[in-house]
């Protein structure tokens, strides 16, 4: 990747940026969509989390709870590690792109995820 030209790497992330969006976008429609089907099913005053269990139970049955947790547990975890890199990178290159700088705050920052996880 350091061989890349900085058009290369703008069309890369650019490119990864659209595969997000639509992503997110097949995600969220989809839940629209089977919150519209469903719209009787459940009582007006069900939390969220109820919400999501009850629309995956009964549309793909009681293993949907196994696949459900993994997809929560990546998505906190990708946000997480988007989260200590982007705070170590800062810190890198705010003390004169420090290699040291970079490891102790994503250090730092994983233990104090742990402890407050």
């Known amino acids: 990747m350091k ?4 058009e290369d790497k703008k069309a890369m992330i650019r490119q990864a940026g659209w595969l997000a969006g639509l992503g997110l976008f097949l995600i969220y429609a989809g839940l629209i969509v089977a919150g519209a ?10 939390s969220r989390t109820a919400l999501l269990n009850g629309i995956s139970i009964r549309t793909l049955g009681n293993t949907t709870n196994l696949f459900l947790s993994i997809l929560v ?8 590690v988007g989260i200590i890199t982007g705070t170590a990178d800062f810190m890198k290159y705010t003390f004169s792109n420090s290699q040291k ?3 102790r705050t994503a250090i730092i920052g994983c233990v104090l995820g742990v402890v407050m996880g």
Request: proline share 0%; net charge negative.
């Open 3 to 6: 061989d890349a030209s900085y």
């Open 37 to 46: 089907l469903m719209h009787g099913e459940f009582e007006r005053d069900i």
């Open 73 to 80: 547990g990546f998505a906190c975890f990708t946000t997480a």
């Open 101 to 103: 700088a970079y490891t």
